[in-house]
């Protein structure tokens, strides 16, 4: 019998391009029919034909504190229930500015958006317009959402189907784009010494998760800082992803390096389209309607994803929250590595807070290089064999995966298990 997921994308195919509206959803490396979701609670999903998974997605991140939860739930139906929009300020958007200053003494001005793609696009606009340069820097394999001078050699959608550099992206735009090796200090270094007196900004995740998660070098993230002060490049942290998921204050809190600008989405959202841009006063007063670098958006600080979003951020600052997010990615990555061990299976795994990466080889990957030699198609028969068992882990070897407050130890132990049968059988 056809199930009603292949009948769902068979349908969708016909009328949206690919059958998805983002294509990292759409299996395509890992093959298969993607899985139509009908439900959220807590750890677990559902898809369309009523299966449940222990869900380490998560909306690619923003499922912190697990799906449905009830106070997220009631503050997104109080503040819609006051309204969907007004295109004026509102309250709520005060509250998250000085929530996320609060939380983060990196931000001297914050201001809200509705993706991450639009808070490092206009980052990077910002960087520019403050310093009056065009050239970026980049690294291979890091991901900033997809306009058009960032989609060179990104990660994510574009490094799991193969095109990390889009088509129609102008060769001009790109070739302002430099991209650089991840982790290679002395590689920036070189480049700063070539072309300092150029270079607008400098993005990068502080911890990688769109190459599959891979941790920075100290001397890296040292360098990155020193050579921007320096040179007077702005130093951009793209936390998108990391922020609020390696620890209240992210990356650039847990590794202690200032940005100059840092941008964050997804859980700041709590799921729904919330994101955010922020630093230095100096920077952040070039910004329209104050300066001369132009940046809006129609629903920017939507009061009711703000509300998502503060229940959210209101919850994770509960004692205890990330120490037991961290020892739930940390047991189930200990156990994931102990049972390929015993099966003699070349696979390792890390976490940091309450992400996570899974690589069938030796040892976790340092570099874009070591992810790319990892062994793909074992990752895909593992990914398949997990979810005919119930386990949801991000459809491609090159996503981090995570963890939620609504996973239990129950959870962990029936994801290791599943592994471990799954391994045996190897
Ligand atoms: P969005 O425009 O998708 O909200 O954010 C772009 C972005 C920017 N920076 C980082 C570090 C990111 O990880 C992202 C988006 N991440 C991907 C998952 N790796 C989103 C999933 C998708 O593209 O469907």
């Not at 841009?277 to 809006?296: K, S």
């Amino acid at each position: 019998m056809t199930s009603r997921n292949q009948t769902l994308f068979e349908e969708s195919q016909r009328l949206i391009p690919g059958g998805v509206n983002s294509p990292v959803r759409a299996f395509k490396s890992v093959g298969g029919s993607p899985l139509f979701f009908t439900r959220g609670q807590g750890a677990y999903v559902w898809d369309a034909d009523g299966k449940r998974y222990i869900d380490y997605v998560e909306s690619w991140g923003p499922m912190i504190v697990g799906h449905c939860h009830p106070d997220v739930v009631k503050a997104v139906q109080d503040a819609a229930a006051q309204g969907l929009g007004f295109g004026a300020p509102t309250e709520a958007e005060l509250e998250m500015a000085e929530l996320l200053c609060k939380l983060l003494p990196s931000l001297e001005m914050v201001r809200l958006v509705s993706s991450g793609t639009e808070a490092t696009m206009t980052a990077i606009r910002l960087a520019r317009g403050f310093t009056g340069r065009s050239r970026i820097i980049k690294f291979e394999g890091c991901y900033h959402g997809h306009s058009d001078g960032l989609l060179v050699k990104a990660g994510s959608g574009a490094l799991t189907f193969g095109q990390p550099s889009s088509s129609g992206v102008p060769a001009d735009i790109a070739a302002l784009t430099t991209v650089l090796d991840y982790n290679d200090a002395a590689g920036l270094e070189r480049t700063f010494a070539e072309m300092g007196d150029e270079i607008a900004a400098v993005i990068v995740e502080p911890v990688a998760g769109n190459m599959n998660l891979i941790l920075p070098k100290r001397e890296f993230l040292d360098a990155m800082r020193a050579l921007c002060t320096k040179h007077g490049a702005v130093l951009i942290l793209d936390e998108v992803m990391s922020g609020f998921r390696v620890g209240l204050q992210g990356a650039h809190g847990h590794f202690g390096i200032k940005p100059d600008l840092l941008t964050l989405g997804k859980v700041m959202g709590g799921g729904l389209p919330a994101a955010a841009f922020g630093g230095r006063r100096d920077i952040m007063q070039c910004l329209a309607p104050l300066g001369p670098v132009y940046q809006a958006g129609t629903l920017s600080g939507n009061p009711v994803a703000v509300a998502a979003g503060l229940a959210t951020l209101n919850l994770i600052q509960a004692s205890g929250f990330y120490d037991r997010l961290t020892q739930t990615a940390k047991q189930m990555t200990d156990g994931l590595r102990a049972s390929a061990a015993k099966h003699g299976i070349p696979f390792s795994a890390q976490s940091i807070g309450s992400m996570f990466g899974v690589y069938f080889s030796k040892q976790p990957p340092t570099s874009y290089a070591e992810i790319m030699a990892c062994d793909k198609e074992a990752f895909n028969r593992f990914f398949h064999a997990m979810l005919d068992e119930g386990v949801y882990l991000a459809p491609s070897a090159y996503e981090a995966g995570f963890v939620s407050a609504a996973h239990t130890e129950a959870d962990v132990a029936a994801t290791i298990a599943a592994a471990d049968k799954i391994f045996a059988g190897w």
